[in-house]
């Protein structure tokens, strides 16, 4: 095994500790991150960087960039080390703080192809809101944890699935993921 192939198994070992997605709903990220050829990519939740890394090493091969929002310095530290450790870290930018003002005060200019939303379940809606103008049209957005957390992700999931410029869809990939297309807008 080589030293990634090593981090993935102990972050897959460590998961329930930091929060981390399941190695299925990885895979599943990596996958549609090749097939949709994504280019720039923003994650909110970052943990360890066990996803962060899943999306980065999916980068890799198109050629694209990560940007990813952690507020708890603690594990935004142990993300850079498993990035660095890794090789990806020259294709992340890590930013410290919570997720809306950081994409309201320092995104504004960015364009995403791809939204990874994995941070508190509640603000899913605002972290929508918020997202909604930087997306490109045909951009995705995925979310874990709308099963497990039906309840607190419920404005979120209710509004997306029932919006004419989003396709949406519920996966029955562990603690449920949505995956959603945004088919009109810039
Ligand atoms: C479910 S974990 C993320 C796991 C990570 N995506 C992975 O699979 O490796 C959620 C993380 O989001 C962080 N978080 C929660 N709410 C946040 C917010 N509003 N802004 C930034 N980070 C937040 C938590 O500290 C936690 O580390």
Known sequence: ?????????????????FWNISKETGDFIEFLIKVSKAQNVLELGTSNGYSGLRIALALKETGGRLTTIEYWDKRQSIAIEN????GVDDIIT???GSALPVIKEELQKEVF???????????????????????????????DDVISHKEQVKPFVEEITKRED?????????DGVLIARKNKGH
Request: glycine residues 4%.
């Open 113 to 143: 192809d791809f939204v990874f939303i994995d941070a508190n379940k509640a603000g899913y809606i605002d972290f929508f809101h918020a997202i909604h103008p930087l997306l490109t049209k045909g951009g995705i957005i995925v979310a």
């Open 166 to 174: 989003y396709a949406a869809q519920i996966l029955n990939l562990p």
């Open 1 to 17: 095994m080589n030293i990634t192939e090593t981090t993935l198994k102990e972050l897959e070992e460590t998961k329930d500790r």
């Open 83 to 86: 990035f660095k450790k890794c």
């Open 94 to 96: 890590t930013k410290l």
